[in-house]
């Protein structure tokens, strides 16, 4: 059983280059989301979705765009990529919003923009 | 906004030494959960609480929810190495996205 699978691990960018980072589940989880960490920031959420077709913004949205069309994936594109995103961004998904049986994350995709 | 804060930030100590982290929140929440991320992977659940006053057992880590449900608790007894990690709470409010804390960085020495 796979869970989350993010892709790519690793990126580097450079200013002003778009990209998508890719997240897919497959344990039939109507919720997913996505999460930047930064160092001495915690987990900040940037876009999630309660089923296909639905998404919402979160804390920190501005310069990223998302999509789901399937409940399978949940893909978060950066449109023209800044510095001040250099992050790792993980994907999460769960049964409910709510998360009453916790979130599942995936590993993570490291990203730099220079 | 709820605030969620978690102390300490960072914490260091010894093979075998006992010690508690803390999650404290602005307001009531309906329950929290506990994560423990490792270098380099995403956080993995350890546990919900979900009643004031409850308290659950993980093997070394037990974990309290505070009667008013505006804070929770994380000891561990006898730490070993393999406790080294950032552990995060987490909390919900209703029927939106989980709010979680910023950590506590804890760094067992064998």
């Known amino acids: 059983n796979a869970g989350v699978t993010q892709t790519p691990k690793f990126q580097v960018l450079k200013t002003g280059q778009s990209m998508t980072l890719q997240c897919a589940q497959d344990m039939n989880h109507e919720y997913m989301s996505w999460y930047r960490q930064d160092p001495g920031m915690g987990l900040r959420l940037i876009h999630y979705s309660v089923g296909a077709g639905i998404t919402d913004q979160g804390e920190v949205p501005n310069g990223y765009n998302v999509s789901r069309s399937t409940t399978e994936d949940f893909p978060l594109r950066l449109l023209s990529a800044a510095p001040s995103q250099t992050s790792v961004y993980f994907c999460a998904s769960s049964y409910s919003v709510r998360g009453w049986a916790g979130y599942t994350f995936g590993s993570g995709t490291r990203l730099t923009v220079v | 906004t709820q605030l969620l804060e978690q102390s300490p930030q960072f914490l260091s100590i010894q093979e075998g030494e006992n010690l508690t982290v803390y999650c404290n929140s602005s307001?009531?929440?309906?329950?929290l959960q506990w994560y423990r991320q490792e270098p380099g992977e995403g956080p993995v659940l350890l546990v919900t609480v979900v009643t004031g006053g409850e308290v659950k057992k993980l093997k070394r880590l037990t974990f309290q929810f505070g009667d008013a449900r505006k804070d929770s608790s994380l000891h561990i007894t006898a730490a070993q190495p393999g406790d080294t990690g950032l552990y995060l709470c987490?909390?919900?409010?209703?029927?939106?996205?989980?709010?979680f804390g910023k950590g506590t960085r804890l760094s067992v020495i064998a």
């Open positions: 987490a909390l919900n409010s209703g029927n939106t996205p989980l709010v």
């Open positions: 307001s009531v929440f309906s329950s």
